[in-house]
């Protein structure tokens, strides 16, 4: 598979009067053709900050630096912000969470929805109103005439989500960037919701970065996961990788702090400590203090990203061919027990032990 | 058999826009037994926080009863209002407009203390505030600082400790961990789980993740439109959902497992009115499901 973003060593800081926030630090990402590719972090992880980069999307207080940034054959790095706005037009589309703040208030929805049409593709009169229609239909709402006179107030929640889902798909983008959409919906919403993306992703052909916090959530969509702490990606591969071998202490707290359908723990696992203060640069690894298996070497240096298959890469301390034997908590190794049974039904090969694995730093 | 602390009776709350009757919470029965934790899930508009908020006395009622203790809480003397209002205290969802931003954590926390007349003296009020603070996991240096200082986990810490501080029997969380990131959500979980056990409390924990309500919750009371569609162990409602909006609202929820999303079937539930004359029947002992 092709790529259709790539991003290398990415890095926004942004000048707050006389402080820095190092909000971002050094993230490589690429976004495969026709996949979907899940960005998860907490609160200041930079998982926002770095998508917004990647839009062009931050202000004047934002330095953003990278090696490279490439939409298909565009560097992004020389893009001007008039093309930026014709890009996020046409071949960008961009989702958020609360479809209030993505909607204009004092403007009918079918108008809305047809404005980047008429805009950047010059589409007017009977076949603008059809395009619209269609958009609105192709969402799961009917009587798309009716909901296309209506202003936002006048639609439920999960109505207005799908009317800004229908606004970023009317362009035919080739990416499309969802920041936490469904994290204010009630459960069954979100689940039509994801329904209705994965639609439309198979139907044109989208690639898909989708943010959000939600561990079921990226089950659900996801076929690559990024876990991003303290401005850098911790641990990346498929879902079935980060769900079931993950190798990254923090991926392990996070899967642990979540209750499984049959929980029988008295206290869920929680990280001890709070994230990291990102006004200084990081002196070694950011989540050493948080991690209880942290080895002297995680306050000095900072790790290397580690491979663990072809589509598997950490960056921890753990993975170095020189840490000693260790054990990650019970829960984890039930997990890496279902990997090992995965794997061995859909191959002949045993699992390779992820530390010897990972080997090699790359 | 524990003897409930809360009981339901018929309880109604009717709103009205114009002259249009809107039955948010529409004859309802539950118990809630002393030192239990009751999980109320439904979505948006389903009546849950309007019935927590009757519940804690600070919402309206427009018909049947709420006993605590085994007394009306609508006909309550003087006295015996003032002692409820103690005993039952709310923790809101959003820590970030629960808390008055211009007052000092110490007086957030106090207030309670301060309506009640639970300190003798400032040096007792204080100490009283450090103790919430040590219970919560907060440092004692927060005193002197505003929510604006704090994230939202220690926010809701506060809010916490607000509700503690009159020591209380009863506690509304109404969706108390949405706001906050997965690992903090699991600190609040801890937090309330390890208070519960330590003083005895009884909590009504309404919400939309079912996830944390299934781990948190004795037993499970599913609302929709206003109306109990399903009430049972929690066990029991996860397990063997008999209800088709119960069924569809635990289908919905995406479990942390690819291989459990991949394969579920995402089930649609016809949004049609409930009959109105439809009640509640026990299918099973101690589960029951309104009549289809």
Known sequence: MTDIVTVKNLKVIFNEGNEQVYAVNGVDLNLRQGETLALVGESGSGKSVATHALLGLLGKDAVVTADEMLYGETDLLQTSRRQYTHLRGQELGLIFQDPLSGLNPTMRIGRQIGEGLKVHRHVHGQALKQAVFAAIEDVGLADPALIARKYPHELSGGQRQRAMIAMALVMQPKVLIADEPTTALDVTLQAQILALIKAQKAKHDLSVIFITHDLGVVANIADRVAIMYAGKIVEVGTANEIFYHPQHPYTWGLLDAVPSSDDQRDQLFTLPGTPPDLHQPIKGDAFAPRNPYAMPIDFKKEPPLFQVSPTHFVRSWLLDPRTPHYQPPVTIQKRWARFAQLHAEQTNDPVVESQQAGGVPV | ?292
């Open chain 2, 1 to 292: 058999m524990t003897e409930p602390l809360l009981t339901m009776n018929d309880l109604s709350v009717t709103f009205y826009k114009g002259r249009q009757a809107i039955k948010a919470v529409d004859q309802i029965n539950f118990t809630i037994n002393a030192g239990t934790t009751v999980g109320l899930v439904g979505e948006s508009g389903s009546g849950k926080t309007t019935t927590g908020r009757a519940i804690a006395g600070i919402g309206p009622i427009s018909g049947g009863d709420v006993l605590f203790g085994g007394q009306s809480i609508r006909h309550f003397s003087h006295a015996a209002r003032k002692g409820f209002r103690r005993q039952v205290q709310m923790v809101f969802q959003d820590p970030f407009e629960s808390l008055n931003p211009r007052q000092k954590v110490v007086d957030i926390i106090a207030e309670g203390i301060d309506n009640f007349h639970l300190a003798t003296s400032r040096e007792a009020r204080l100490a009283q505030v450090l103790r919430l603070l040590t219970q919560v996991g907060l440092p004692a240096d927060a005193i002197n600082r505003f929510p604006h200082e704090f994230s939202g986990g220690q926010r809701q810490r506060i809010g916490i400790a607000r509700a503690l501080a009159v020591q209380p029997k009863f506690l509304v969380l109404d969706e108390p961990i949405s706001a906050l990131d997965v690992s903090i959500q699991a600190q609040i979980v801890n937090l309330l789980r390890q208070i519960q056990y330590e003083q005895h409390l009884t909590y009504l924990f309404i919400a939309h993740d079912l996830s944390m309500v299934h781990y948190i919750s004795d037993k499970i009371v599913v609302m929709y439109q206003g109306r109990i569609v399903e009430a049972g162990d929690t066990d029991a409602i996860y397990h063997h959902p008999l209800h088709p909006y119960t069924q569809t609202l635990l289908s919905s929820v995406p479990q942390a497992d690819p291989m459990l999303e991949q394969q579920k079937p995402v089930l649609h539930f016809d949004r049609q009115a409930l009959d109105p004359t439809a009640s509640l029947v026990e299918a099973a002992p101690a589960h029951w499901v309104l009549a289809q």
